[in-house]
């Protein structure tokens, strides 16, 4: 049976009710111990013991708070699974839901290739409260991590469906069902067995050349610069006056531009264009995805959006809003910048949008 770390790094699986709402408790791993144990009836002598795998836990210090969440917590992230990477089979990160798919698509673009599973989840109701999910969850991950079928990459396992990380997206606000992959296939799925769809996880990592050394992915920490990276969301209204205060930021490197339909801005009378070739040609990078939640950006199929490649823009497919900024994030944190870094934002690196 595999050996599987829980790396608990914060939200709300780990709270507990206050007259003010939920707060961080303390005592998490004793907690969860005995809400598994009791679950799973996992008592001394029940046979039932063997269908959990053995696990260790281990908490961030300071635990991360979701909403809070910076890039530079993905480091810390990193540096906890790299510290212990050759001694387990599989990984679970527990994480707080509202940024749990950014976190996801970073680590994905972090940690490259893998030879082992990456499995973020948590829950809309803390563990040990009424009708939690926490519980069901977390076993699902454990489970699924476990599994010899399961992907070699970052993933998140939510109400019984297993996402790759950088597809997925939070969907819902109150519903279990909170996460899904809208333009990506689920990887696998919790029934009564589970269940993975065969040909769609990624290559596992694997040592270079005929070295028997064990297979380390990449645990490079990265320098995020604040405000390299940022996301404008094309609406009715948008002004050129927001529109040069954005582009116009001394420490802009990125933007993610979210637009309309198949990829389509609003012209601000001739404005927005204008402004966006000045900022391409300045060397930053623009990246185009959609406001909807399936379908690719197809700059062209209308002339407004076609007039974006003669801009400079570039179309990212179907990304997500959130792998689209953290894949500019850690490709500008690697140094990649002008044709490379365009290079780069167009082609898959780790399955989070469709070949161009």
Same mark, same amino acid.
């Given at each position: 049976?595999?050996?599987?770390?829980?790396?608990?790094?914060?939200?709300?699986?780990?709270?507990?009710?206050?007259?003010?709402?939920?707060? $961080?408790?303390?005592?998490?791993?004793?907690?969860?111990?005995?809400?598994?144990?009791?679950?799973?009836? %996992?008592?001394?002598?029940?046979?039932?013991?063997?269908?959990?795998?053995?696990?260790?836990?281990?908490?961030?210090?300071?635990?991360?708070? *979701?909403?809070?969440?910076?890039?530079?917590?993905?480091?810390?992230?990193?540096?906890?699974?790299?510290?212990?990477?050759?001694?387990?089979?599989?990984?679970?990160?527990?994480?707080? #839901?509202?940024?749990?798919?950014?976190?996801?698509?970073?680590?994905?673009?972090?940690?490259?290739?893998?030879?082992?599973?990456?499995?973020?989840?948590?829950?809309?109701?803390?563990?040990?409260? $009424?009708?939690?999910?926490?519980?069901?969850?977390?076993?699902?991950?454990?489970?699924?991590?476990?599994?010899?079928?399961?992907?070699?990459?970052?993933?998140?396992?939510?109400?019984?469906?297993?996402?790759?990380?950088?597809?997925?997206?939070?969907?819902? *606000?109150?519903?279990?069902?909170?996460?899904? *992959?809208?333009?990506?296939?689920?990887?696998?799925?919790?029934?009564?067995?589970?269940?993975?769809?065969?040909?769609?996880?990624?290559?596992?990592?694997?040592?270079?050349?005929d070295s028997a050394?064990?297979? %380390? $992915?990449?645990?490079?920490?990265?320098?995020?610069?604040?405000?390299?990276?940022?996301?404008?969301?094309?609406?009715?209204?948008?002004?050129?006056?927001?529109?040069?205060?954005?582009?116009?930021?001394?420490?802009?490197?990125?933007?993610?531009?979210?637009?309309?339909?198949?990829?389509?801005? $609003?012209?601000?009378?001739?404005?927005?264009?204008?402004?966006?070739?000045?900022?391409s040609q300045a060397?930053?990078?623009?990246?185009?995805?959609?406001?909807?939640?399936?379908?690719?950006?197809?700059?062209?199929?209308?002339?407004?959006?076609?007039?974006l490649n003669a801009?400079?823009?570039?179309?990212?497919?179907?990304? #997500?809003?959130?792998?689209?900024?953290?894949?500019?994030?850690?490709?500008?944190?690697?140094?990649?910048?002008?044709?490379?870094?365009?290079?780069?934002?167009?082609?898959?690196?780790?399955?989070?949008?469709?070949?161009?």
């Open positions: 049976m595999s050996r599987l770390l829980i790396l608990h790094t914060g939200g709300t699986i780990g709270m507990r009710p206050s007259p003010t709402g939920y707060v $961080p408790a303390e005592g998490f791993p004793d907690r969860l111990a005995h809400h598994l144990s009791g679950s799973l009836g %996992t008592q001394l002598g029940d046979p039932g013991r063997a269908r959990l795998p053995d696990y260790h836990l281990i908490e961030l210090a300071p635990l991360i708070d *979701s909403a809070d969440l910076a890039p530079v917590d993905w480091n810390r992230i990193v540096a906890a699974l790299a510290e212990h990477w050759h001694g387990y089979d599989g990984f679970i990160v527990l994480h707080g #839901t509202d940024t749990l798919a950014y976190t996801a698509s970073a680590l994905s673009f972090m940690l490259g290739a893998l030879d082992k599973p990456v499995v973020l989840t948590g829950a809309q109701i803390p563990l040990g409260e $009424p009708r939690s999910d926490a519980i069901n969850n977390l076993t699902t991950a454990l489970l699924m991590a476990a599994d010899p079928a399961a992907p070699r990459e970052v993933c998140i396992a939510f109400h019984d469906r297993l996402l790759r990380g950088n597809r997925a997206r939070k969907v819902r *606000s109150q519903g279990f069902d909170a996460f899904d *992959s809208p333009d990506a296939p689920w990887l696998g799925e919790a029934g009564i067995a589970l269940s993975f769809r065969p040909g769609l996880a990624l290559a596992p990592g694997r040592p270079e050349g050394t064990a297979f %380390t $992915p990449d645990v490079t920490p990265r320098q995020f610069a604040p405000g390299a990276v940022t996301m404008l969301p094309v609406h009715p209204g948008l002004s050129a006056a927001m529109l040069d205060a954005v582009l116009g930021d001394p420490a802009l490197k990125g933007l993610v531009l979210q637009t309309y339909g198949v990829g389509n801005p $609003p012209s601000l009378d001739g404005v927005l264009i204008e402004r966006l070739a000045r900022a060397g930053i990078a623009i990246l185009n995805v959609s406001q909807c939640q399936q379908g690719l950006v197809v700059q062209g199929a209308y002339a407004s959006g076609g007039t801009a400079g823009v570039i179309p990212g497919a179907d990304l #997500t809003p959130e792998a689209a900024l953290t894949k500019l994030q850690v490709l500008i944190a690697d140094g990649l910048e002008g044709e490379a870094l365009r290079a780069a934002l167009a082609t898959p690196l780790r399955g989070e949008m469709s070949p161009g």
